[in-house]
C-alpha cells in the first residue's frame, strides 16, 4: 500500500516537474518575496510593489507591535523571503533579532541587501537627548517608532520600499514609479480630507495608554497631555493614575486614546472619574477588519476621534 502510494507520488512529482519544465515561465515566478514586522509595513510595500511583489507581515495588526509570540511558521516564511522589512528603533527587538537569525536565510540578516530598516526614511520624535537608563521604563533609545501614523512618513516609506524594490527588481522600476506616484496622489487627497477633518480640533488635548501617537498627534495638531502608563511599557499604577486623573480634570482632557491590545480597566476608571470618552483607535491597518489598507487606518481612527471631539466640545 506504502510503496503504491510512493511510486504514485513520485509518477505526480515527474509529471508536475514536467509540467514546470514546459510551461512558460510564470509571471509569479520573478515575485519579490517580501515579509515585513508589521501590516503597516506590508500595506504601504503593497501599494508600491502592487502585482510584482508577494508581501506578508508576521504580526497581525490587532497584536501589540512589541510583543509577538515566535512561532515556528515565521522561520519559514523568514527563510523563503528575498526582502524583509522591520520598522525598527527597537520596535521588535523582543522577538524579530532571534527569529531572522534562527531563519539561516542570509539574505535578509542585517547589514544583508535584503533587510531594510524602514525607519531610515521616516522623520522621528522622541529620540531621547540624555543617557537612557532602566528607571524611565521600557523607553526606545533611538526615538519613537510608532512614526508610521503621520501620513507624511507614510509617504517618506512609500518612496523609501520603492527605491528598495527597484533595486532589487531594476527591471520593473518603471512599474514601481507608477505606483507611488498614483499613491502619493491618493495620499495627498486623502490628506487633505484627513486635515480638513481634524481641523476643527486643533489644539485639543488627549491622553494615550502608551506614547504611540506623538506622529499622528503632531500632523493634526493635537496636544497629547500625557499618558495612561507611568513609563512607556510599564503597566498603569494607581498612584500615577490618581495624578493623571488630577491632571485631567484641571487640563479639561476629555478623550483617552487606547489601543486594542491593552486592558481597559484603568481607562475606564479613569473614564468615569473625569467624564472622559475612551476610545479605542487601532495604530495599525488590520486592527479591524474593514481596515484593509493604509487610507482606512487614518479614515478609521479619524472618523471616531472626531466623532469623540464633537460629543466633547
Ligand atoms: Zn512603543
Redesign the pocket.
Known sequence: MKNRFEGLLSIACALLLAGLLLAPAPAYAKKLNVITSTTDMAALAQEVGGDKISVESIAKGYQDP?FVEAKPSFLLKLRNADLLISVGLQ?EIGWLPPLITQSGNPRIQPGAGGYLDASQFAQILDIPTGPVSRAMGDV?PLG???YWLDPDNGRRLARGIAGKLAEMDPADQAYFQQRLQDFEKRLADAEKRWESGMAPFRGRKIVTY???WPNFARHFGLNVAGFVEPR??IPPSPGHTVELISMMKRENVKVLIMEPYFDSKTPNSIGAATGAKVLILTPSVGGEKEITDYFKLFDYDIGLLTQAFRATQ
Do not use: F, T, Y
Request: proline share 18%; aromatic share 0%; hydrophobic share 10%.
Open positions: 512589541h520596535l526606545h519613537n517608532p510608532h502608551h506614547n504611540s512607556p511599557g
